[in-house]
């Protein structure tokens, strides 16, 4: 196996600690950079010292905020100044996590923010690989509370294909250990249902009883939701825990 060195930005987080643990479980080796580790990426504070001698960096980190100034602001800075700091060093693969469907959502901020990142990656000149993923199944419940009002959780009918953080995490990782794509590649869920219905199942499993309507109007961001808004419209790599497998495995753990 040729070994490599992957440093991970947001290496602390949901995505970023399951990519740290399977690059290691690799036999790899992973470095782990965020603020709990002395790198800012928006001040560039330990961005420099931290890419000597990686082979690949992996971009999961998030914003502090979702306001939409503000998120677009985060990305853009902390994109340009990882891109010089892999320069600098000789990086030679750059990998970041996106969202399926950011460029379809034109009035979500933050799906708008993930296309500038995404923007300051491509031209670069640092060979990358963009991962766009589906939202994650640990989400599910954040989406339910906040699209409800007044104790019903209201959704639109565009279909939703979840994926497992896990997923999502040995999915990068396999990326970053292999030649950068110089494009996109797409990750969801195994299953594909409405909205309205995906997050009905998923409350019913959880034991939560707030009725879910499929309401037309109901934004994701502030961003309308069509039919195809937030699923691949092509092939995309499919994860292969659904949603009860995950709530199973949630429960043994």
């Given at each position: ?6 440093v ?13 643990r ?7 080796d ?15 504070e ?15 980190s ?9 998120v ?12 010089r ?8 693969h750059?990998v ?12 979500n901020?933050y ?13 670069s ?22 699209n ?7 959704l ?5 294909q979840?994926i ?15 030649s ?19 997050i009905?199942?998923?409350?019913q ?8 309507e ?10 309308t ?10 092939q995309a790599?499919?994860?292969e825990?659904?949603?009860?497998h ?8």
């Open positions: 196996m040729n070994k490599k060195r992957v991970v930005i947001g290496g602390t987080g949901l995505i970023g600690s399951r990519v740290v399977i690059l290691e479980a690799a036999g790899h992973p470095v782990v950079a965020a603020l709990e580790t002395g790198v800012n990426t928006i001040t560039g330990g961005l420099s010292a931290v890419m000597k001698g990686a082979d690949a960096v992996v971009d999961v998030n914003a502090p905020s979702f306001e939409q100034k503000a677009q602001e985060f990305f853009e800075t902390s994109g340009k100044n990882i891109a700091a892999e320069a600098q060093a000789g990086v030679r750059h970041l996590l996106s969202i399926v469907g950011s460029d379809r959502m034109p009035e901020g799906f708008n923010a993930k296309v500038i990142q995404e923007g300051v990656a491509i031209t000149g640092i060979p990358f690989s963009i991962v766009r993923s589906t939202q994650f199944f640990e989400f599910l419940g954040g989406i339910a509370d906040g409800t009002v007044d104790g019903v959780v209201r639109s009918g565009g279909m939703f979840p497992a953080a896990d997923e999502v995490a040995a999915a990068l990782a396999d990326v970053a250990v292999g950068a794509i110089r494009g996109t590649v797409e990750i969801a869920g195994p299953e594909r249902q409405p909205f309205d219905v995906y009905r199942r998923y409350l499993a959880a034991g939560d009883p707030r009725p879910v499929r309401d037309p109007s109901a934004r994701y961001f502030g961003g939701v069509l039919v195809d808004s937030l699923v691949p419209l092509a790599r499919l994860g825990l659904n949603l009860e995950w709530l199973n495995r949630r429960v043994a753990a």
